[in-house]
């Protein structure tokens, strides 16, 4: 049954927030030293180079009174528009406070992932700011401490635009609110402070004396209100309090607001209080109390802070990542948002302790899983979707397959032989059996056929051509055939290249297209093949017998190859053009000269050719002087890096390589230094290039040092640890930086680790669940190598578990 997608208003309880604190405000008097903070914050306004403040006060003074009668004042003119974000029982955790900016900033929003959702508000509400002719934003959120440490503010405060304002209000010394700045996400240089002096408890007096004096069951309700992170209904007081709250009330009326059935204490400070004078068992009888409440009511919202509250074990979170609390919140008005602010919460805490359990690995990878999993279920519209998502539009299953065939043979390749291994390879078997695409079925197939090897390996293979077999076009089945050759043993591998080539005849093919695959055939293939390579026709001839030659080596065979290629030289030709840069590394000198000699032909794409002869000839002795000066200074200092393997003075070489990138332009000296790093890492003069790289920026250092310590083993370790913190530093920005350094995980010290694998499990989580899975950005694919330094083949199966779980709960 299709349903309509979910709208996201501003749910009741933020509604009811902003009446409570406005009647507060509204029937509360300034006094001289909270009127001289009010007109202090209305200069503030007028600074532009101060977007940020924090008021701070102690307990009893009224910070919260202040600013929204500053909120009020703006409200009456035209040059802010100011809203009140009052943290508090209505409104504490992360999924209130980006509702309510959702519903302000727009109110038209319907559906989609909960990612975009927050992109916009950081990006559209605070950070680019108002529009042309509307009135700037003003801020104020009150008591941030009252949510702390359950929202994650950085992710909305770290920039604002030029006409916003955010106003924080804070319990504490200067000292506190001076803390508070770099965990807001504020600018230490961009911040006003200024301090609220105590003020007398307001009537009705100390709450402590009320809980003294109270009755055995206002007692009761007060334990229960003190420790509640939300209102609570009167049906669930009358639950957890096993009475009627009407004589619960009796004598405490002063300090608890009534709202729509709804009951909490009037202000944060007496809630606080309350709960400071409680006693270890009594607040925890409290907690159980509202945590044995009914699943769908406040335990759904709420059980999350209190687990984190009370610390407890990483097993007590697996509960929040299941079917059953997604129908939960998929029943409340905020729907998904909830959901998906727990997932977060939980897979934050699941990476941890150290070192990674494999439980702890399994439950980080099932929430972002589950959280990609979500996005796709949003987008979709008109199919039925699966437990727990009803609300959901859809228009087709998440039918991955194949992406869950490829993340489990990654993880499975991963690990160390075993049973464990040999059941994650099982799952992933199965997945690529069940892959509808033929050629993305045998494609997968293939790569379970490198991961085993042997005679399982075969098997593989010969599954794969079965599925190759089928496919309708001739051309493309027949380059399939090509490919797969590779994994048979050689007699089938030789019959099925022969067999290919026929085909490509018979089509009008070309069966020049073995040279994509030739040079990975074993040594016996590619010599049996090539009497059928001498026998095809013009380009296809030389082409092949090239691509046979490279995997042979034999300087005959070679000589033979370049001689056939010679004759079909062709400026236009790009296939030809490739053909013979690739045979360079194997010519002789004669034929390396008369290769050299045909670059001109080439035009624009004649100094590729050249970069690559260089170092060919210079390895057989000839300098190549005159091709090193018909080059462009970029392409020349390439030239004589790739020499170094060769040079029989690398001391003068270095010299020469150096002088070259201190003549070239500034701008330059990065890619050219970029461009010389494999060479000078793979032949041990890593140290020649550390001085130019440190002046390099933070992000070219960090591209030279993995350039660096993945072509130098020696000093991989060192130039990994150094390349992380600046990794980290592009954080969630730019998460591909610090996913060019995973294959080096092995490198990374514990903390390093520990930091990488939340910033890119947060990244993976806000994909679709297929890219998620195996796609081009942040994938469970590309994590195995961090996965296994941080938790070994352990992690690796939990990890792997949880593809096939959340593929079965998201079909």
């Known amino acids: 049954m299709t349903t309509p997608p979910p709208r996201i208003p501003a749910p009741a309880p933020v509604e009811r927030a902003f009446r409570c604190a406005w009647r507060e405000a509204s029937r509360t008097k300034l006094d001289t030293e909270e009127h001289t903070a009010l007109a202090a914050l209305g200069r503030w306004l007028d600074e532009p180079d101060l977007p940020c403040a924090i008021l701070h006060g102690p307990r009893p003074s009224r910070r919260a009174v202040v600013a929204a009668h500053l909120v009020r004042a703006q409200q009456q003119g035209t040059a802010y528009a100011a809203q009140l974000v009052p943290i508090g029982p209505d409104l504490r955790l992360e999924r209130d406070l980006v509702a309510l900016l959702t519903s302000r900033l727009r109110a038209d929003y319907v559906g989609g992932p909960p990612r975009l959702l927050r992109t916009r508000i950081a990006e559209e509400h605070l950070r680019v700011g108002p529009t042309e002719g509307e009135p700037s934003l003003l801020l104020a959120i009150t008591d941030v401490e009252e949510a702390e440490p359950l929202v994650s503010w950085p992710a909305l405060f770290s920039a604002v635009g030029p006409r916003v304002k955010v106003l924080a209000t804070v319990e504490g010394d200067d000292a506190t609110a001076r803390a508070w700045i770099s965990r807001l996400g504020f600018d230490l240089a961009r911040t006003r402070i200024h301090p609220l002096p105590v003020r007398p408890w307001p009537v009705p007096g100390d709450p402590a004396e009320f809980l003294e004096t109270a009755g055995a069951a206002s007692a009761k309700l007060l334990g229960l209100l003190s420790v509640a992170y939300g209102r609570l209904r009167d049906d669930e007081i009358t639950t957890a309090l096993g009475a009627h709250i009407e004589g619960a009330l009796a004598g405490i009326e002063p300090l608890v607001t009534v709202i729509k059935g709804t009951y909490a204490f009037r202000s944060n400070a007496a809630r606080r ?153 099982a799952w992933a078997t199965d997945a690529a059996r069940h892959t509808t695409d033929v050629e993305f079925r045998g494609d997968v197939l293939l790569s379970l056929a ?95 017998l090239a691509a046979l030659a490279r995997g042979l080596g034999d300087p005959e065979r070679v000589r033979a190859a370049f001689a056939a290629v010679e004759q079909h030289v062709n400026p236009y030709d790009l296939l030809m053009q490739r053909t013979l840069a690739e045979l360079v590394p194997f010519l002789d000198a004669p034929e390396a000269r008369r290769a050299a000699a045909l670059a001109p032909q080439f035009g624009e794409r004649a100094a590729e050719l050249l970069e690559s002869l260089i170092p060919r000839l210079r390895a057989l002795g000839d300098p190549a002087e005159d091709l090193l000066e018909a080059l462009p200074v970029e392409a020349r200092v390439r030239a004589l890096a790739r020499s170094l393997p060769f040079a029989a003075e690398p001391a003068r070489l270095l010299a020469r390589i150096d002088e070259a990138i201190q003549q070239a332009e500034p701008r330059e000296r990065g890619w050219m230094l970029f461009d010389v790093c494999p060479w000078f890492a793979a032949t041990g003069h890593s140290d020649a290039l550390l001085a130019e790289v440190a002046l390099l920026s933070d992000g070219g250092r960090l591209t030279a040092l993995g350039i660096l310590a993945r072509h130098d083993p020696a000093h991989a370790p060192e130039f990994t640890r150094q390349a992380l913190p600046l990794a980290l530093r592009f954080g969630a920005d730019e998460p591909s930086r610090l996913l060019d350094l995973v294959p080096l995980a092995r490198h990374f010290p514990a903390e390093g680790a520990v930091a990488a694998i939340g910033l890119l499990l947060d990244a993976l989580a806000g994909e679709y669940r297929g890219a998620a899975l195996a796609g081009d950005g942040v994938t469970l694919v590309k994590l195995a190598p961090l996965i296994a330094a941080l938790a070994g083949d352990d992690g690796l199966a939990g990890a792997a578990h949880e593809v096939v779980r959340v593929a079965a709960w998201f079909p």
């Open 450 to 544: 490198d991961v085993v090897g042997g005679e399982a390996g075969y098997a593989f293979a010969r599954e794969a051509l079965a599925a190759y077999r089928t496919t309708e076009n001739a051309e493309e089945r027949a380059r399939q055939m090509l490919f797969v050759a590779k994994w048979l043993p050689q007699e089938e591998g030789i019959a099925v290249v022969r067999e290919a080539l026929a085909v490509l005849r018979d089509s009008g093919g070309d069966p020049g297209d073995l040279d994509l695959f030739a040079d990975r055939y074993p040594r016996a293939v590619a010599e049996a093949l090539w009497p059928d390579a001498e026998a095809l026709p013009g380009p296809a001839r030389a082409r092949a």
């Open 273 to 425: 209080d309350v709960e400071a004078h409680l006693d270890h068992d009594t607040r925890d009888a409290s907690r159980r109390r509202l945590l044995s409440l009914p699943p769908a009511g406040y335990p759904c919202a709420y059980a999350r802070a209190h687990l984190e509250h009370a610390a407890a074990p990483l097993q007590a979170f697996a509960a929040l990542v299941t079917e059953e609390h997604l129908a939960r919140w998929m029943a409340r008005p905020e729907a998904y948002l909830g959901f998906v602010a727990d997932l977060e919460r939980v897979r934050r805490h699941a990476i941890e302790p150290l070192p990674m359990s494999h439980e702890a690995t399994a439950l980080a990878v099932r929430a972002a899983l589950v959280e990609a999993s979500v996005n796709q279920c949003a987008r979709r519209k008109d199919h039925g979707a699966p437990v727990g998502v009803e609300p959901f539009a859809r228009k087709a299953p998440i039918a991955d397959e194949r992406d869950q065939a490829r993340a489990l043979t990654a993880l499975g390749a991963a690990m160390t032989a075993g049973p464990a291994r040999a059941e994650v390879l």
